[in-house]
């Protein structure tokens, strides 16, 4: 069947020069094709691709090899894409994770044009002699996979550092330990760990030790993959295996957790005086808990509730027996707020800053100075406050900022850092003087290059949509773009778990507007940009807005003469394949292209993910009657139609995916490849070595930048992106 598709791929490639004759219409084997049917709550659901959900079906893998085959064969046969290529590795050195012990040492992953893997790296003060940590590729077991540093972090006192290693874009990793000063590792390995997504290593006050999340089962073909996960209180030197559980469904049956919850233990600060708890998961909001750090030894915690769910706060900090929370509780936009932790009661706490209506409040610090916070409109035009003693201001920042980070090392310290970002600013990093009311900027490697922008427009509109509602449309281009109906334009969205697309400079953003094409965001609901009634208002039941809105924002471009829908790709990842895939659809014909990666398609059958149970906090279990119509609205495999004239299609997947599996979009391709009546083709590329991204190589990221920007503009009809 391989060489059939090869032959086939032949063809199409050498037979005639001219593209509007090349044929993409392919057929679908009956093997991954089945009656398959289930009833929901009456109502009578048939799921043709279900096969392709078994992966230890060795006829079902073949189909996802040949599919891999086929993009390929296609991909890589798209003129332009070696000036991509040439693009995208001119870059300069790239610095992540930048992190700063209380002793003023800045510990970060470096890594060069030349370099695959990101070694970690420390000075001592900004100005120190930058010193080797660790390098990756000495690690003991990378002649057996490809290791990459995911997560670290070092202890209070900087005497020793967690490092954890993932392989080949797993997520899941196993954590090393060394000892900052003479870089000896500890001989134990702590293996079935996730610190990148699972809160991280939290070290106790003395660097004894720290907590971590276990997983019991790694294994993505067991039932209970990424469940009944553990807080392990792990003391060093001692056998990994012989796990001290801390926190848990079992060990804690008083506190109400299911399976897939993520219970955690947090250390907030060196010589705080409480320790705090949570069950975590896909929302934006937990449960907390807490008692005194004196406890920590106890055979039996007695964990006091904190908050609730309801209550609506995202991030605290504490100062001594003071609580400082941001909270949407009857606020949207969000508000600051103080209790005691002597006697905690958040809904009755003392406002220090109020919700502005106009503004989300984004981020707030407590330093020995006074609280820090942001106010951002939008999502994309962010401005820096100070409170002290009742007292607001704002503070003047070195540029016009589009989204604003703060740093921080705690209540104890006057230490603070602010990052800016815009569309078309590289993101800074400055250190903020409070006595002088200064700032300096602070880069830890020089900038090589420094691009000039000032060619780019930036426009920020709001477009009405479907109910009325204003939805934000950020639009970037070059200067010398006209409004002729004629513009290439790559189109993104997301809108889940109140996530907001805030304003940076990427790769993929300036490629596409340096070949002449607009980069529009929109920012629908769902997402952040508007505060938590905006996630609610794209959230289960109100989740077709954040499609209707993607689609009025593209009806915008088109009646305004920026484009016209030959020339309109949409793009998003992940649960933004809720987006794009209803988008396209619900309205086919106002997209050329659509392109998806890792994308859930198939909501419906969400619950049976590795993740699945997760996210029915975001999206709804089939066991409820109401949030069963609602998974079945969002879920584009099913609202594919027969004989459609459907867009072009780029979709991705990554066998090691621990978040969407590979035939939530396997599904939506073959569907679509049997439905589709246009010429367009149907692209589904599968990297069987590879997971979800977020630990991807630096060859992988630039050749799926390629894969997107390539076949977007190939298929918006760019003259310098032709099929060879």
């Not at 020793?160 to 900052?180: F, G, H, N, R």
């Not at 979009?665 to 049997?674: D, E, L, S, T, V």
């Amino acid at each position: 069947m391989i060489k059939r598709v090869l032959l086939v791929v032949f063809i199409l490639l050498t037979s005639c020069a001219k593209e509007t004759t090349v044929s993409f219409q392919r057929t679908v084997p009956t093997y991954i094709e089945s009656n398959t049917s289930e009833k929901y709550h009456g109502k009578e659901i048939i799921d043709v691709f279900r096969p392709l959900e078994n992966l230890k079906d060795s006829t079902v893998l073949n189909w996802y090899k040949k599919e891999a085959t086929y993009a390929q064969s296609i991909l890589q046969n798209i003129s332009g894409r070696e000036l991509l290529q040439t693009k995208t590795n001119d870059t300069s050195i790239e610095i992540t994770q930048l992190t700063f012990t209380n002793d003023n040492h800045y510990y970060y992953l470096k890594k060069t044009t030349s370099e695959n893997h990101a070694k970690l790296y420390c000075k001592y003060q900004l100005e120190g002699e930058e010193v080797l940590i660790f390098d990756p590729e000495t690690y003991e077991n990378q002649s057996k996979n490809n290791y990459y540093i995911n997560y670290f972090n070092p202890s209070w006192n900087n005497t020793k550092i967690v490092i954890s290693l993932s392989k080949d874009d797993e997520e899941i990793s196993e954590m090393i330990i060394l000892d900052t000063k003479t870089k000896k590792k500890y001989s134990q390995t702590i293996q079935n760990v996730w610190p990148s997504a699972l809160g991280g290593v939290r070290w106790l006050s003395d660097d004894s030790g720290f907590f971590y999340e276990y997983i019991p089962e790694i294994n993505r073909d067991a039932d209970d993959y990424l469940k009944n996960v553990q807080t392990i209180l792990y003391k060093l030197g001692t056998n990994p295996n012989n796990r001290i559980v801390y926190f848990s469904k079992a060990n804690n049956p008083e506190i109400k957790m299911n399976s897939a919850d993520f219970p955690e233990v947090i250390v907030q600060n060196q010589n705080d005086k409480y320790l705090f708890s949570n069950v975590s998961g896909a929302s934006a909001y937990y449960e907390y808990y807490y008692t005194e750090y004196d406890n920590l030894y106890n055979t039996k915690i007695e964990w006091k509730p904190l908050f609730k769910q309801e209550d609506k706060i995202p991030f605290f900090y504490v100062d001594q027996d003071d609580l400082y929370f941001l909270t949407a509780h009857e606020a949207s936009n969000f508000k600051i707020c103080k209790t005691s932790l002597k006697n905690p009661d958040v809904r009755s706490a003392e406002v220090l800053v109020a919700e502005n209506p106009d503004a989300t409040i984004t981020d707030f610090v407590v330093t020995k100075q006074g609280l820090f916070f942001v106010k951002t409109k939008n999502g994309v035009s962010s401005k820096l406050y100070k409170w002290v003693e009742g007292t607001i201001e704002e503070i003047s920042i070195p540029k016009p900022a589009g989204a604003i980070y703060l740093i921080a090392k705690g209540p104890t310290f006057s230490d603070l850092w602010i990052e800016i970002s815009g569309w078309t600013t590289n993101e800074v990093r400055y250190r903020y003087n409070a006595e002088k009311n200064t700032f300096i900027e602070e880069n830890i490697y020089p900038k090589t290059t420094k691009k000039n922008y000032d060619d780019i427009v930036v426009e920020e509109v709001e477009v009405r949509s479907h109910d009325g509602e204003l939805i934000p449309l950020s639009l970037i281009y070059h200067k010398n773009i006209q409004k002729n109906k004629n513009n290439h334009v790559l189109m993104r969205g997301y809108g889940t778990y109140g996530i907001s697309l805030s304003p940076e400079v990427n790769s993929m953003m300036m490629q596409w507007i340096d070949k002449g094409g607009i980069y529009a965001v929109a920012h629908v609901r769902g997402g952040g940009e508007k505060g938590d009634t905006w996630h609610k208002a794209g959230f289960k039941k109100t989740k077709p807005n954040t499609w209707k809105d993607f689609i009025a924002c593209t009806e915008y471009l088109i009646a305004e003469n920026y484009t016209n829908p030959k020339k309109i790709a949409a793009w998003s990842s992940s649960a933004g394949g809720i987006l794009i895939g209803r988008a396209i659809t619900e309205r086919p014909d106002l997209y050329a292209a659509a392109i998806v990666r890792v994308g859930k398609l198939n909501t419906l059958r969400s619950e049976n993910t590795p993740n699945g149970l997760n996210g029915i906090k975001e999206y709804g279990t089939v066991k409820n009657a109401t949030e069963f119509e609602s998974l079945l609205e969002m879920d584009a495999y099913h609202h594919i139609k027969d004989n459609t004239n459907y867009p072009a299609l780029l979709l991705t997947a990554g066998m090691n995916d621990t978040r969407v599996p590979i035939w939530q979009p396997g599904k939506f391709a073959a569907r679509m490849i049997k439905a589709n009546a246009s010429n367009r083709p149907v692209i589904f590329n599968v990297n069987f070595k590879s997971g979800h991204g977020f630990d991807a190589s630096a060859e992988k990221r630039r050749e799926e930048s390629q894969d997107i920007l390539s076949f977007a503009f190939w298929q918006t009809g760019h003259e310098d992106f032709t099929l060879k």
